[in-house]
């Protein structure tokens, strides 16, 4: 038996209100409205059923271009080409996409992203967590109704992931391996089969063309509820990697702290290029455990130094730089972010950070300042 969903009672989602210039983060098909309009324009290659882009509009989307006309379409993603490819096309087929990695490589960004890019909606969105319970994934129930009226469509609640079956588009599951082991498994039905069973009506949703799931995990939750490989079959798995070299992560962190910053009213952050690249450096060293001259092996503190965390501590120093110095970013405004990122554990991470400091900051030229600044922050 077929069966429609109908929107949830917060209503129908407002593309372009007054209200959306005012919104402190705008979806990502809101914020590219405008690009992908253009692809969608110029984008004569076949799509796959209910999708906006073809593949390779989507992949473009992606990781930037110009269009024959002109249009330049912003990199989202920086990195190996083949990886945007493969997703992309898995999305295509009747598996599922599991974006692997560890905090921080744009697992959640790029799955935003390639949502909005193939189903124009990134708002389908099943958080994972401990907690995490099946109607989550399934179907819940309005209590109220379900008293008054008995079980009936009118009383049950889609979960985003049965409306995306319904409407065919792409559904995302964050931090899927936060989920406790039986709720994931709810997944192998609905990844195989296509098909919800809701027992109480005595009906089905099936998913109509154009229906895919995105999900992102942990490499480091590994073993916490580790997929089941019934269910991990359902998958075609994507490792983001770390960006490769200095270049790279510097080029993606002064592109996202450019956009943030522009939302935030911040001054334009190329004027920090400088302490930008000494922020990555300093993540670079400590996670990778030896300098960039390969001379000094050091100790990696207990966190993930990540690009998302570099351009967090940049971010920040742009807002002390703005309101409480010249504008200009400095060593001061990054280096109590630096020593916050880097000193999670209070005890074995500051011996980490101390002899980092002593052994390699102190002695490097040119980083005087930054020492400075440093010990000033109170290493
Ligand atoms: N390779 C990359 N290309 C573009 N942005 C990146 C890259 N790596 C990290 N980022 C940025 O890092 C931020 C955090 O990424 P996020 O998706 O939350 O990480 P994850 O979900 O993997 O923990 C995002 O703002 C994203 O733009
Ligand atoms: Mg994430």
Redesign the pocket.
Known sequence: MTFSVEQTSVGPRRHGSAAEAEVLRAHAEDAFAAELAALAARDDRPRPARWRLSPWAVATYLLGGTLADGTVIT?????PRRIVEVAVTTLATDRALLLL??????????SEHLAAAVSGDSTLLVQGTAGTPEEAIRYGWNYARLLAHGPSRDALVPSPVMRAMADGTTVRVEELTRIPADVQDTLITILSEKTLPIPELGQEVQAVRGFNLIA?A?DRDRGVNDLSSALRRRFNTVV?PL?ETPEAEVD?VS??VDQIGRSLDLPAATDGIDEIRRVVTVFRELRDGVTTDGRTKLKSPSGTL???EA?SVVTNGLALAAHFGDGVLRAGDVAAGIQGAVVRDPAADRVVWQEYLETVVRERDGWTDFYRACREAGA
């Open positions: 990199p989202k993603y920086v990195g990695g560890v905090p921080g490589t744009a697992k959640t960004w790029v992102t942990n983001l960006p993606i592109r996202r990540s690009t998302a351009i």
